[in-house]
């Protein structure tokens, strides 16, 4: 059952490499790829790095919408929909965080 829960997690960090890659910035697309496994160390710490990295993930995503928002309005092009779909995105990424806390409090309980 913890798999499913980290199953938004997986995806938001592929989206997350696709954007790097795109970018070109290689460092983080090796931090986008090993952050999932940083899940395997049981402690808090962990659980907090990984939801602090998706929730700037997420911030990412904002920003780099409202730059190609700003480039499609510039060359008036229509930007709607990219507006829409970098925003459910951006949405996912940051809500991919929450299903990490209650694997925390089982870690915390365990380690009692």
């Known amino acids: 059952m913890k798999f ?5 997690l997986l995806l938001s960090c592929l989206l997350l490499q696709a954007h790097f ?5 290689t460092p983080l697309v090796v931090v986008a790829l090993l ?3 940083l899940l395997l160390i049981k402690s808090l710490w962990s659980t907090r790095f990984v ?3 998706l ?7 904002l920003r780099i ?11 008036g092009e229509p930007w709607l929909r990219l507006a829409l779909i970098l925003g459910a995105v951006a949405l996912f990424t940051g809500l ?4 990490l806390s ?11």
């Open 4 to 8: 499913i829960r980290l199953i938004p």
């Open 21 to 25: 890659i795109r970018a070109g910035l």
């Open 35 to 37: 952050l999932p496994f």
């Open 51 to 53: 939801q602090l990295s």
């Open 55 to 61: 929730v700037l993930g997420s911030a990412e995503w």
């Open 65 to 75: 919408t409202f730059v190609y928002v700003g480039q499609r309005q510039d060359l």
């Open 96 to 99: 991919s965080a929450l299903p």
């Open 102 to 112: 209650p694997i925390n409090e089982v870690q915390e309980k365990d380690a009692r």
